[in-house]
């Protein structure tokens, strides 16, 4: 196993493999995602057209196993930067760390440790950010889908040293494995000072 990190063309070559694993992980729960490479195609393009994107893979021999993503938040659009902008933050001082994806057999061997240090030395040598933030869905704890015994990932994040703000929300739609027609979640945002500012 290793894990390595890509911006710019060498980071494209690895897009479609960015797809296969959103797909194939986010299907399951929390995120229950029915995706297509259509819509994955219109996903992909913004990301790949941001100089500033980075992408850390983790790789079985020459297979890629797992991705994870970042750029900087005022790179994004206004689903996901005007939560910020609503409380008067300045979006430079964000990075924003996109989807981990891991196949669930390689999980627990430190990879999703290792996707958060090298987005974290991605944003400090690309950006001035000062915080890093990312979002996870919400799912009610009655939610129909959830699995006996389903561990949400919140202890993993917060020694990772984040922070959640369940109060800083965006809202994205999307087809779901349990029906016909989008859905429109509710992802909660979660920051991490970088240089040692005080979280907003
Ligand atoms: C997020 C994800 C990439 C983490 O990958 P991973 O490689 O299994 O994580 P690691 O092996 O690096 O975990 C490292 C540490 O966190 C701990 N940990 C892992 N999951 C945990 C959990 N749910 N709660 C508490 N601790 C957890 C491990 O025990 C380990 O602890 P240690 O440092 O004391 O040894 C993986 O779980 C995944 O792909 N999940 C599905 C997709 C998803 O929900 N992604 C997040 C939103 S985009």
Request: charged share 20%.
């Amino acid at each position: 196993m290793r894990v390595e990190f890509f911006t710019g063309e060498a980071m494209r070559v690895h897009l479609p493999a960015l797809s296969r694993l959103r797909m194939a992980v986010f299907r399951d729960w929390p995120y229950l995602y029915d995706g297509s490479w259509d819509n994955e195609a219109n996903y992909l393009a913004e990301f790949a057209a941001c100089p500033r994107a980075g992408l850390a893979v983790a790789f079985d021999g020459d297979e890629a196993v797992g991705c994870s993503s970042c750029l900087p938040l005022a790179d994004e659009d206004a689903s996901l930067t005007g939560p910020f902008v609503a409380r008067g933050w300045n979006r430079q001082d964000f990075f924003y760390f996109g989807e981990s994806v891991l196949l669930p057999q390689y999980r627990g061997q430190g990879i999703g440790v290792r996707f958060f240090e090298l987005r974290e030395a991605h944003a400090l040598a690309s950006s001035s950010a000062q915080f890093a933030a990312f979002c996870a869905v919400q799912r009610p704890a009655d939610h129909k889908l959830r699995p006996a015994g389903a561990v949400p990932l919140d202890a993993f994040w917060r020694k990772r040293g984040f922070t959640a703000y369940p109060e800083l929300v965006c809202r994205f739609d999307w087809k779901q494995v349990d029906g016909p027609d989008r859905v429109l979640n509710t992802l909660a945002f979660w920051l991490k000072s970088l240089r040692g500012a005080p979280l907003p």
